[in-house]
């Protein structure tokens, strides 16, 4: 089973799922990184050259043709846009949401021109992040409250929830 962590950009998915995976023996896996490494390209220069369409299209793709075991999977901000990519996180894992207020996410980006987020024109980071909010509460079976928290708090309470999951299931099983 895997863990996937989906939120902000910003909410701390890439950092916390390294600490994350060290701390359970798992593998690790950026999308993100993944896809700059298929295409060869930066997120940004994919999305300056070729369009916010075909990134979701190549995010879309390159998430779906993920066959990971064992893993935590930190994903772009936005991969929730794809319900394709969801559907296939989540027939493989346990999705987290790490949620984290807007004026935190706003303070801790300082380079929302250069990271690769998809934010569509006419839109700022406010638009984006009360558009997706509601889509990472909706595929996310469970969600961390990242507000004011040390990293390492955050990785205890995620191996907690991981932990109540896994016994939800184990006893719904046995029923």
Not at 16 to 45: C, F, N
Not at 70 to 91: F, H, P, R
Not at 106 to 132: A, C, F, P, Q
């Amino acid at each position: 089973m895997n863990i996937v962590l989906v939120g902000m950009s910003g909410a701390g998915k890439s950092t916390l799922g390294v600490l994350l995976a060290k701390a359970l023996g798992m593998d690790y896996v950026d999308t993100d990184i993944v896809i700059q490494q298929r295409e060869g390209k930066l997120l940004q220069e994919i999305i300056d050259n070729d369009g916010i369409e075909i990134f979701m299209q190549i995010e879309e793709k390159a998430v779906s043709e993920l066959q990971l075991k064992n893993c935590v999977i930190s994903t772009g901000g936005s991969v929730v846009y794809s319900e394709k990519a969801m559907d296939v996180l989540k027939q493989e894992g346990q999705v987290i949401y790490l949620h984290v207020p807007y004026e935190e996410i706003r303070r801790r980006l300082i380079n929302v021109t250069t990271r690769g987020i998809v934010i569509k024109k006419g839109n700022d980071l406010k638009d984006v992040y009360e558009e997706r909010v509601p889509l990472y509460i909706k595929y996310s079976d469970k969600t961390l409250d990242c507000t004011n928290k040390d990293i390492e708090i955050c990785v205890g309470e995620i191996i907690e929830l991981i932990q109540e999951m896994h016994d939800n299931r184990s006893t719904i099983g046995r029923r």
